[in-house]
């Protein structure tokens, strides 16, 4: 029983297109996140969530745009798709301010050309 | 912003050797977290431990967080270690897991 998981895991688009990734936890966590992992590796939180409010937004350009229609469910809308946009895009949640410790989705690659 | 700071960036084993990857962090934490990445792109949660020392098999992890570092220990390697080990942080009073730039270990046969 997978307690964050992601859909899709891959995602192949072109440039221009609207896409969504969903994201959904069986933990009873309060707070859900979206990072973004790079070419490099490095992971960056984009977004975060705590039952269904916005409490983080980091310095993302606004065609994305997190949606939260309950506290297990957490989706990334992405309009007008850019190449550099490809990237990994992880779902996490944890209890408030990470007490105990975050829980990390496999991720969806998206690839866009 | 907290910095986080691992080291080595890479490192190359043979299997069955032992290996330490250092997690340096710029100011006090309420939350620290050891993960692997494995070749597949999972980022699987290897501890949870903003202080003291935990162990899980061939793994350990010790956090000092007055002196503001953890370590993780890997005992008599596996080519299945290989992966970038990251270490994540959470600043006191912040909601961010912030993350290190990871440390890839290629473990060979």
């Known amino acids: 029983d997978t307690a964050v998981s992601q859909t899709p895991k891959y995602l192949v688009t072109q440039m221009g297109n609207d896409k969504s990734i969903k994201c959904e936890q069986n933990?009873?966590?309060?707070?859900m996140y979206w990072y973004k992992q790079d070419s490099k590796k490095f992971l960056k939180i984009m977004f975060s969530?705590?039952?269904?409010?916005?409490?983080i937004n980091e310095t993302v350009p606004n065609r994305f745009s997190p949606k939260s229609p309950d506290k297990a469910h957490l989706n990334l809308h992405i309009n007008s798709l850019e190449l550099g946009d490809s990237a990994v895009y992880f779902c996490?949640?944890?209890?408030?301010?990470?007490?105990?410790?975050?829980?990390f989705g496999s991720g969806t690659r998206l690839t866009v050309v | 912003g907290i910095q986080v700071e691992q080291s080595p960036p890479d490192l190359i084993l043979q299997e069955g050797a032992n290996s330490t990857l250092r997690c340096n962090f710029s100011?006090?934490?309420?939350?620290l977290q050891w993960f692997h990445q494995n070749p597949w792109g999972q980022l699987i949660n290897l501890f949870y431990?903003?202080?003291g020392t935990k162990q899980n098999g061939r793994l350990s992890a010790t956090t000092v967080a007055t002196e503001r570092y953890s370590l993780l220990y890997i005992s008599s390697s596996q080519t299945t270690d290989s992966g970038v080990y990251f270490c994540?942080?959470?600043?006191?009073?912040?909601?961010?897991?912030?993350f290190g730039k990871g440390t890839k270990l290629t473990v060979n046969p």
């Open positions: 994540a942080v959470v600043k006191a009073g912040s909601e961010k897991l912030v």
């Open positions: 100011d006090s934490v309420n939350n």
């Open positions: 996490a949640s944890s209890q408030l301010q990470g007490i105990g410790g975050y829980t």
């Open positions: 431990i903003p202080s």
């Open positions: 933990l009873g966590h309060d707070t």
């Open positions: 969530y705590n039952n269904k409010e916005l409490i």
